[in-house]
Every structure is written in C-alpha cells, then in structure tokens.
C-alpha cells in the first residue's frame, strides 16, 4: 500500500505501493492500469464501463468533483447503488454502475478540502484491491493532476499547508483564484509545459525520480471542438433538467456557497442566481460557458502528453454517441495486453 512519508512540515513525498501480482501484468512485471482522459462530456464515463465489461475492470474516478458528498448532478456523477462487493464487506461500498464498481466518489463532505497527494493514496490501495480480485483498475476523469500524480508519481512540496490541501483543485477552478490567495496567471508543469492557467506561489509540484510503478495504457476521446462544445451545453440542460438548481440550493443552505465543494462549476454561478445577483438564465449560460473554457484547459492539460492515444469519434454515423470509440479502444486494450506498449502511428 501507498506510504506518505513527512520529511519535513512542509513537503509530502508519494512513494510507489508494491507490486501486488496481476492478471493483467505487463512483461516488466509493473501492473497494468488503463487510464481514459479527456474534456468534460467527451464520453469517459461510458467508454470506461464498455472496457470494463470486456476486460473484467473496476472504475476508480479521477474526478476532483466527484469526491463531494451530496453533490451528484453538478459534478455528472453516474447514476447507480451503492454495495458491497465480494464476500466480506469493506470500509467503502463502491458505486455499481451497469454492475461495473465505481471507486472514488463520495469521499468527502463540501466542506473539506482534498489533495492529490491524498487522490493518489486512495488510488494506489484500490489499485491493488482490483487486482487482487483478478480485474483490472481503468483510470476515468478529467482532473489532469490526479493523473499525472498517479502514474507520474509526482512530488508535491508547499510551504503552506492550506495551499497544499486545494493545489490538486485549483487547475479546474480558476475563478476563485483571487479568493484563495493565488496568483491568476499561466503555470508550469512538469518539464516547463504551459498546461494550466494559475499557478501556486508557495507550492510547486515535479517529477520525481522514482520508477512508475504502473505500466499505462492512456486513452482520449477526441470530439471537433464544436461538437464537444454541444454536448457541453446539451448536458448542462440536462443537468438543469435533472434537478441542479434544488440539488445547488439545498447544498448551500446546508454548507454555505463558500465550501470548497461548491466553488466548482455550476454551484457557484446558481450561487449567484440565490444571492439576486443575476438571473437563471444568465446563471446557465454562465455554467456553459465555463463548462467549455474548463474544456479547453483539460486539452491543454492532455495534449501536452504525447503517450494518449486520442480516439476520434465518427461524426457521420447519425445518433451514435461513441461511433467507433469503443471498437478502437477494445483494440489498443487487446494489443496492449498482448504485445506490451502500443506504438502510436505518425
């Protein structure tokens, strides 16, 4: 299991869990993980279950909203029953989705603040729970850092402990920059990409120079920027149509819209829309549009890695939501797992 070693107040180091044996094992021995990326409503969430069905995988959410308590529509989160697995109950009932275990939502209250450093602790144990099961652990979200922390094994250091506990948050809340102390220009990460549009004064965050201790398959869905930008708006309305604004209002009432949960996407803007200080339909064109500006930072964010094999969807085939997506993906899975890395094509 992942150890969190305090070397000194202010410095968290993430050290790789051991190998536990797999199934799905690559010829180096490293457990194999799948991770599905990209922008929110490019698909994820129904690509990951498709592979889970095929090649017998659990779902852990790399979702740096799906993690709140109580907020399920604002934050996309599957529809499903929580229950136990196995034969002996555990500490957490997994989300079943279609029957496939979901892990990773419902963690915290709004309230509470959450790191990645503490995402990637959680991320390691499930790992090594699916596997010992005999499935195999597929990666889903859209949280950039989560990932990168995950397979990258970043090391995060801050001097400030409260500037660490929202660093694995800021990247998909940019608004609140100024509120939380930060400074609202462009950052680095890693080896100098420009991927994301704040950056933490007292906090960085690189590549250490510890193995990976997973071998990774990264899969994206790659939609015409257009029509990634109708199904943004097109599920914004769903959501509406859902029940967020009674979801939004209830969670204010109950934690206040200042939460760190509410500060995201949706939550905020009808935040507004209670505090008079604009109308519903300004608050909903307000939530689509920074539903797509959060999509242009996601690819910022997943472009700048050349390992993601992107999926184009073909755009032809009439009310086909994934044509082609999970056939491609079944088939660098398939290669993956028979012939070890897939070499992308020029």
């Not at 450093?117 to 790992?127: G, P, R, S, T």
């Not at 086909?320 to 899975?333: D, I, Q, T």
């Amino acid at each position: 299991m992942l150890t969190t070693i305090n070397l000194q107040p202010d410095r968290e180091i993430l050290h790789s869990p051991p190998n536990p044996g797999t199934a799905h094992s690559s010829p180096d021995l490293r457990p194999i993980v799948l991770a599905i990326v990209g922008p929110t409503a490019s698909g994820k969430s129904a690509l990951g279950i498709k592979l889970a069905k095929e090649f017998n995988g659990e779902v852990i959410s790399a979702d740096s909203r799906a993690i709140y308590r109580t907020l399920n529509i604002g934050t996309g989160k599957p529809v499903g029953e929580k229950q136990w697995i196995g034969s002996k109950p555990g500490s957490e009932k997994p989300l079943l989705v279609e029957g496939i275990p979901h892990w990773g939502f419902d963690l915290i209250d709004p309230d509470q603040g959450y790191s990645a450093a503490q995402f990637v602790k959680y991320a390691d144990e499930k790992i090594v729970q699916i596997i010992e099961r005999g499935g195999m652990p597929i990666i889903v979200g859209g949280t950039g850092l989560y990932i990168s922390g995950l397979i990258d094994r970043l090391e995060f250091t801050a001097k400030n402990s409260t500037n660490h506990l929202i660093v694995s948050q800021i990247y998909d809340q940019t608004n609140n920059a100024d509120r939380l102390g930060l400074s609202d220009h462009a950052g680095s990460f890693n080896t100098q990409l420009q991927v994301s549009e704040v950056q933490l004064p007292m906090a960085e965050w690189s590549r250490t120079d510890r193995p990976r201790p997973y071998n990774s398959l990264l899969i994206g869905i790659n939609w015409e920027r257009e029509e990634l930008y109708k199904r943004i708006d097109n599920r914004v309305d769903g959501m509406v149509a859902m029940g967020l604004i009674p979801e939004a209002r209830q969670a204010g009432l109950e934690f206040g819209f200042e939460a760190p949960g509410l500060s995201g996407i949706g939550y905020r803007e009808l935040g507004e829309f209670f505090n008079n200080e604009i109308t519903l339909k300004i608050a909903i064109e307000k939530i689509k549009q920074a539903s797509r500006n959060y999509a242009k930072r996601q690819l910022t964010w997943f472009r700048a890695d050349a390992r993601i094999h992107w999926i184009k969807p073909d755009l032809t085939v009439v009310q086909a939501e994934l044509s082609g997506v999970p056939v491609e993906a079944s088939r660098l899975v398939t290669e993956f797992l028979t012939k070890g890395p897939v070499v992308k094509e020029s």
